[in-house]
């Protein structure tokens, strides 16, 4: 009779365990359901704030839980992209030889035509802004004015194919690039603010293979102290927890500093003639180093 009350009761707790591990898989099968239903609610804009902002509260837990409290005196390294992350400039420097090889022949001896064209980029900028289209604006507009006309047709389509050429070119990141980012990454919100043409630099972005590194990105018109105002405040961080890294004093680092930031200048072997401006040496908030291989070691000892 004992035998037969112990089976009884037996297969009651195995029932009871079987019904309730039935409820409990329904329950997570239907919270799956709505997280999926939520999930598909979502625009790809806010998959990615939603990503970016895990990110956030991972990063600011791992930099609290660095050992000995020693944590960055930055939340955000943001990067200049053209001549700082990837070659720009050495192909607008080997356009500019094209051009004047193509265009001595209409104009008179003696003509410096890269000081032509510098001008023509110079009074131009305010109309076309930066990138490889205005520059290419620029081009045609400097060959056909500075020959008074008579700048051959064949000339000119050997440059457009130039622009074209540029405008297309695979990004080549500069030594060390990725690594850096990943390092930089582990324990700050790592950012790229470049200006110029929104489509090409767009392009250059996604096929970098680095983007999905970044926390945000910034395609802006000018880097001046209102910009930079701007994108400090939509990307919530403070002028003094804001360090920009870039290859232009007069871009990524002047403007920066006047609010309030610092900045990393790492030189590019050429620089545009419009970017050039006194280094400001002697700063509290500036640096200079040689490589960009060599940021972090420089942004984690400030
Ligand atoms: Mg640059």
């Not at 329950?27 to 970016?52: C, G, N, P």
């Not at 660095?66 to 192909?91: K, P, Q, Y």
Request: charge should be negative.
């Amino acid at each position: 009779m004992l035998v037969v009350v112990l089976v009884v009761v037996l297969v009651d707790v195995v029932l009871v365990v079987v019904v309730a591990g039935a409820m409990v898989a329904t329950v997570v099968v239907f919270v799956d359901e709505v997280a999926s239903a939520e999930e598909q609610a979502l625009t790809a804009k806010d998959i990615v704030t939603r990503r970016r902002r895990a990110r956030r509260d991972r990063t600011e837990f791992m930099s609290g839980a660095t050992l000995g409290g020693n944590t960055s005196r930055f939340d955000v390294v943001a990067f200049d992209a053209d001549d700082t992350l990837w070659h720009s400039e050495d192909g607008f420097h080997a356009a500019e030889n094209t051009f004047c090889e193509l265009v001595r022949p209409f104009v008179t001896e003696g003509v410096d035509l890269r000081a032509v064209l510098t001008a023509t980029e110079r009074v131009n900028l305010p109309t076309y802004g930066y990138g490889v289209k205005a520059f290419g604006l620029s081009m045609l507009e400097a060959a056909i004015s500075v020959s008074e006309g008579r700048v051959s047709s064949d000339v000119l389509e050997k440059l457009l194919s130039v622009i074209r050429e540029l405008l297309l070119a695979p990004v080549r990141l500069l030594p060390g690039v990725a690594e850096v980012i990943v390092d930089l990454a582990k324990d700050h919100r790592v950012a790229i603010i470049t200006k110029g043409d929104l489509v090409h630099q767009t392009r250059k972005v996604s096929t970098s293979g680095i983007d999905h590194l970044f926390d945000h990105v910034e395609i802006v018109l000018e880097k001046d102290v209102p910009t930079y105002e701007r994108v400090l405040r939509e990307i919530d961080v403070e002028p003094h927890r804001f360090c920009m890294v870039g290859n232009s004093v007069k871009s990524d680092a002047l403007p920066v500093l006047e609010l309030g930031g610092h900045a990393v200048h790492v030189p590019y072997r050429v620089l545009w003639e419009l970017e050039r401006a006194e280094h400001p040496v002697n700063h509290p908030r500036f640096g200079q180093v040689e490589a960009i291989t060599d940021v972090p070691s420089w942004v984690r000892g400030r």
